[in-house]
């Protein structure tokens, strides 16, 4: 009978300890894996805002690829104009903001609800500037270029002391991982650069809620233009 008490009371301590020896092997578990997690995430971020500066990059070489073949750049595209520019009466822009004219442009990217976005589904912004009534959008000359108002900063007041460009012809912008976020953002410099010109705010990015902080932008100066036009004069 004794032996029996003790093989029993045995037999229960072994199973105490494998509950306890499974419960610790499980808590480190997880924290490993929540270790692990973190990296992988960050690592994805870092491709997605590698992958959607690349694109931001092509599509500004696509838009000056256009403006070398046709003298002009293309207006704005709309929400409703599956990728296409939308010009009025007098081969004007209907907006200097809007979206990217992809099929134009002839761009591969992702497209959701007709609109080229960027790695977070976002759509890509751009603005072109309608200086001397839309000059840029009808025939550019490289002997005169028409003075611009599309001003890039790293901070408000812009234009100010914190200007990084000035007398911009186009600007594009990705709104960033919170782009396709809802609500909209309330960050001051993401609202800005959503009114699509003319001012512009670029700096490092900001994780502080309210001043949250994360789009990209690539623009284009006449200098560029008029020397990519002048290469085939």
């Known amino acids: 009978m004794m032996s029996c008490l003790l093989s029993n009371n045995r037999r ?46 092509e599509l500004r070489q696509a838009l000056i690829g256009y403006a070398v073949m046709n003298k002009k750049l293309p207006c704005p595209a709309s929400a409703t104009s599956n990728g296409a520019e939308v010009r009025v009466a007098g081969n004007a822009c209907s907006s200097g903001s809007g979206f990217v004219p992809y099929t134009l442009l002839g761009v ?49 007041p812009c234009p100010g002391a914190t200007t990084l460009a000035q007398d911009l012809i186009a600007v594009l912008i990705s709104t960033g991982p919170d782009g396709a976020n809802v609500p909209a953002t309330t960050s001051p410099h993401q609202l800005i650069n959503l009114a699509g010109g003319p001012t512009f705010i670029t700096h490092e990015p900001i994780a502080t809620a309210g001043s949250e902080f994360d789009d990209q932008l690539v623009w284009i100066a006449p200098a560029t233009l008029v020397y990519e036009l002048s290469k085939v004069q």
Do not use: H
Not at 31 to 40: E, R
Not at 136 to 141: P, R
């Open 108 to 156: 591969q990217g992702a497209v959701l609800n007709g609109v080229l976005v960027d790695a977070w589904q976002a759509p890509f912004r751009y603005s072109l500037t309608s200086a001397g009534t839309w000059a840029y959008a009808k025939a550019i000359t490289i002997t005169a270029p028409v003075p611009t108002n599309f001003t890039v900063c790293s901070s408000t």
């Open 12 to 57: 229960r301590a072994s199973a105490g300890f494998t509950l306890i020896e499974m419960a610790i092997v499980m808590v480190i578990l997880g924290a490993l894996l929540g270790g692990l997690l973190v990296p992988l995430a960050s690592q994805r971020e870092i491709n997605q805002q590698k992958a959607t500066n690349q694109l931001l990059q």
